[in-house]
């Protein structure tokens, strides 16, 4: 059949084009709302700086639903292990936020208590620097992630590709070495 | 209704006369046991509530232990967002003190800078000058409004009254800009160090801070439209959570939760600090000790905070925003161009800091969610041997237990937001 004898409008795509636009523009992020960053994070959702915008208002509770994990705050040893099973509860496609220094780095808390950034428990796909990003900062993260996702690999799974963030092989550590303070058994 | 008959009567201000009377009739204590071990008839069933929760202002983990739908105790669990804030102090100098503080409490920082400093200023034995103590008062009680406002949005969101979200955001931006237009940052302000704060203020902030005060006292006008006469919002809040007196003060509770019990406790007036005894303001309290008298007293604090702010713009005094005592303050950024020694000076500041004798001491101040204090030892180096900091909100989540026991587990939501916990303080 001829194109122009179809009695409609409609456009042609490829098929990845048009399942990266769909993910791209309905990326549901979940609540992980950690410390003060979660409060700024609020804030990007709230009234005036509107997240709705790009289609992403919808917060969900759970992990379920998510597709974005937008970790807001610094993460502590004890929450560590949490983190890693809201984020293996997500299903794939998933992305990471790393916002503010804390769960970049660990920032300005180089202590016992807190995980030296967050990429050493989850890949992470965007860092957005601040102490804590406003909400302008993690909008331009949200938006970086946003053309990640337009531009990226379509059937990528996160825990093997070699590019994608930081790739975790979490595994046992060689005999007689001291025990690390968080263990994460590896998911299946 | 009744409670809707009753409510003027339930919410009429009152000043301070008479309200420190303590009538002791019940017992002191509350109890706390050692949490059970899940055993025997199975007729009850312990839940976990966190620590990812949308409803749980953080990482807060409760235990609640359930006969059907009723709770039969509950236990908060803390320690997921434990910072090592106390041991990062030690290591840090007295001038890097306030960057470890002001993340302590995110939701109004500028309280905790304020009794850091005052405490360092302490063992120093330094005056402040006047108009850096008005400055600190006036953004004190403009992190107090930005704190109440957040509280006003989560505690409407939490209990089912989804726009609150908007409306209470909507003016906490309006904060959140001034406070940006003075200290450089929305939040973690870092702007008032040991000596005075870091900058004066910014040519037409008066212009600024009473646009704000006149936005803000239009916007808790709509809050009181929408939620305080609300059937929906009296059925969710009168009589639930419900505190005493002895039970606050037997459990260390300040701040709005002892003040909602009759008890007019308040810093700014019991032991005034800064300037406020040169201010006019009233202590804001109730009687019922219920969700909807803490929402009310948070809301009626806002326009106390108005009236102070706009006292400060009114009365803010000329002068120097800091100390000149070398020793601590460091030179101006002209001098480091010209002079050697101002370089040297300014240097030898940052990197190490300034010597505080030999001692201890504690302050307090009322922070939104009551007293916060700093007590520190100083053994008369840089940087001091042990500084803990009195968070508010970890004595109140204690009341946490008592108020939901007994109550319906829908019902722990509500207590949950009405504390107005703010986790990275309980936890540091």
Redesign the interface.
Same mark, same amino acid.
């Given at each position: 059949m001829a194109l122009d004898a179809v009695p409609h409008n409609f456009l042609t795509g490829r098929l990845e084009d048009v399942v990266r636009w769909a993910r791209r523009n309905s990326v549901f992020p979940a609540? &992980?709302?950690?410390?003060?960053c979660? +409060?700024?994070m609020?804030?990007t959702g =709230? =009234?005036?700086y509107d997240l709705a915008r790009y289609g992403m208002e919808v &917060?969900r509770?759970s %992990?379920r639903q998510a597709d974005l994990m937008i970790v807001a705050?610094?993460v502590?040893?004890? *929450?560590a292990p949490?983190l890693r099973q809201?984020y293996d509860q997500m299903v794939e496609p998933k992305w990471v936020i790393s916002m503010g220094v804390c769960a970049s780095s660990g920032g *300005? &808390? @180089? @202590?016992?208590? +807190?995980v030296q950034g967050v990429d050493q428990i989850v890949p992470v796909d965007v860092y957005v620097p601040g102490? %804590?990003p406003?909400p302008e900062t993690l909008m331009h993260g949200i938006l970086t992630l946003h053309e990640q996702i337009r531009t990226g690999e379509l059937l990528k799974r996160r825990e093997v590709s070699p590019t994608g963030g930081a790739a975790i092989q979490v595994s046992e550590p060689p005999a007689g070495t001291p025990r690390m303070p968080v263990s994460i058994s590896q998911a299946t | 209704m009744n409670e809707v008959v009753n409510e003027t009567e339930r919410l009429s201000r009152q000043t301070d006369e008479g309200a420190q009377e303590l009538k002791a009739s019940h017992e002191l204590v509350v109890t706390g046991t050692v949490w059970p071990e899940l055993e025997g008839d199975g007729e009850t069933m312990i839940i976990n509530m966190g620590p990812q929760h949308p409803s749980t202002h953080g990482v807060l983990r409760v235990m609640m232990e359930l006969d059907g739908e009723t709770v039969v105790r509950a236990k908060p669990v803390i320690g997921y967002l434990h910072t090592g804030m106390e041991k990062t102090g030690e290591q840090l100098t007295y001038v890097q003190g306030c960057t470890n503080v002001t993340r302590m409490d995110y939701a109004s920082p500028i309280a905790n800078e304020i009794v850091f400093s005052m405490a360092v200023e302490q063992l120093l034995d330094v005056e402040v000058p006047e108009r850096s103590i008005w400055i600190r008062m006036m953004l004190a009680e403009l992190s107090r409004m930005a704190s109440h406002l957040l509280f006003q949005a989560s505690n409407g969101m939490d209990i089912g009254a989804v726009s609150m979200m908007l409306y209470g955001w909507r003016e906490r931006e309006e904060t959140l800009r001034v406070l940006e237009m003075i200290t450089g940052l929305r939040m973690n302000h870092n702007f008032v160090r040991p000596g005075g704060v870091a900058a004066d203020l910014p040519d037409g902030w008066q212009h600024a801070v009473l646009e704000l005060c006149d936005k803000v006292e239009v916007g808790i006008g709509d809050y009181d439209t929408l939620l305080t006469g609300n059937p929906i919002w009296i059925e969710r809040t009168v009589g639930v959570g419900v505190i005493t007196t002895e039970q606050a003060l037997a459990l260390g509770v300040s701040g709005p939760i002892l003040r909602s019990t009759g008890f007019a406790w308040d810093l700014r007036k019991a032991q005034p600090y800064l300037a406020y005894d040169k201010v006019d303001f009233d202590v804001i309290y109730t009687q019922n000790g219920d969700c909807f008298d803490r929402y009310r007293i948070r809301l009626t604090e806002i326009a106390e905070s108005i009236k102070i702010v706009r006292q400060c713009v009114e009365m803010m005094p000329p002068g120097d925003y800091r100390v000149q005592d070398k020793k601590i303050t460091p030179p101006p950024r002209e001098r480091i161009d010209q002079s050697m020694e101002a370089l040297i000076h300014h240097f030898k500041l940052f990197t190490e800091g300034f010597r505080v004798p030999a001692g201890e001491t504690y302050v307090s101040v009322e922070s939104p969610r009551g007293e916060v204090g700093c007590y520190i030892v100083s053994d008369g180096t840089g940087k001091p041997t042990r500084m803990h900091v009195r968070a508010p909100s970890f004595y109140n989540l204690q009341s946490m237990g008592p108020m939901m026991e007994d109550r319906l587990v829908a019902d722990a939501v509500a207590v949950i937001s009405s504390v107005d916990p703010i986790l990275g303080e309980v936890d540091r």
């Open positions: 609540t &992980f709302g950690l410390a003060c979660a +409060i700024e609020m804030a =709230a =009234a005036h &917060f509770a %992990p705050g610094r502590s040893q004890k *929450m949490v809201v *300005m &808390f @180089n @202590n016992y208590a +807190i102490c %804590p406003g | -």
